[in-house]
């Protein structure tokens, strides 16, 4: 089942802070996080295990929280290079079975 | 991290014929994936393609529509047949890499194959 993410869409200036949250109705292993431009690839950011820590890349933190199965991506001091689509993904299974990919939340950053 | 190379990058098509896109990975994968993307949508899993067994398929995907090859570890295909304008799409090769540093598996995306069906 999608996971869902909020908000859908946000504007940003630079400098600003933002989070993006993802939901889920199952019980997960894992959270997923990419950031993808327009007309390229999605992008790894980081992934949360259940039992693991905050993660952190760059200026860029997320959380997870398993007994609520919900994930939250923290921007801080958005730079411009931020924009673009970002996509949760969970996954149920310690094994690995697939990521279900998020509606994701369009993230833009003006001067 | 994995290097995907996807062939072609676009294509214009005609109604009804078919399309075949290759997926080229520069290290040995147990499991590939197709995934279609709508233009402002998100990332739907068409199949995983695993080397040695018959593609898995998603809700809504069938063989005959989208018939997957892996003949090895490294390379797969995806067919789109018999296409029309729906078929219309963004089409992602990725594959699944476990990370010594986030302990975890992670998924690469090939550049993608933008496909217009007239």
């Known amino acids: 089942q999608q996971p869902v993410q909020s908000p859908q869409a946000v504007i940003l200036r630079e400098g600003e802070d933002a989070v993006i949250n993802c939901s889920s109705s199952?019980?997960?292993?894992?959270v997923h996080w990419y950031r993808q431009k327009h007309g390229e690839a999605p992008v790894f950011l980081m992934i949360?295990?259940?039992?693991?820590e905050q993660m952190r890349h760059e200026k860029i933190s997320a959380s997870f929280n398993e007994k609520k199965q919900q994930s939250s991506l923290y921007l801080t001091a958005s730079q411009l290079s931020y924009s673009g689509t970002y996509f949760c993904?969970?996954?149920?299974?310690?094994?690995?079975?697939?990521?279900?990919f998020g509606p994701g939340t369009s993230l833009s950053v003006i001067p | 991290s994995a290097v995907i190379s996807q062939k072609p990058s676009r294509d214009i098509c005609q109604r009804g014929t078919s399309l075949t896109i290759q997926c080229q990975v520069d290290?040995?994968?147990?499991?590939m994936f197709w995934y279609r993307q709508q233009p402002g949508q998100s990332l739907t899993l068409i199949a995983t393609?695993?080397?040695?067994?018959?593609?898995?398929?998603e809700s809504g995907f069938v063989i005959d529509k989208f018939p997957i090859s892996r003949p090895n570890l490294t390379f797969s295909t995806l067919t789109v047949s018999n296409m029309s304008p729906e078929d219309s799409s963004i089409y992602l090769c990725?594959?699944?890499?476990?990370?010594?540093?986030?302990?975890?598996?992670?998924?690469?995306f090939g550049a993608g194959t933008r496909l217009s069906v007239l």
């Open positions: 990725s594959v699944v890499d476990r990370s010594r540093l986030y302990f975890g598996n992670i998924q690469y």
């Open positions: 199952k019980a997960l292993y894992s």
């Open positions: 949360l295990l259940k039992g693991g």
């Open positions: 993904g969970t996954e149920s299974g310690a094994s690995y079975d697939k990521v279900i």
């Open positions: 290290s040995q994968v147990t499991m």
């Open positions: 393609a695993n080397q040695g067994s018959e593609a898995t398929y």
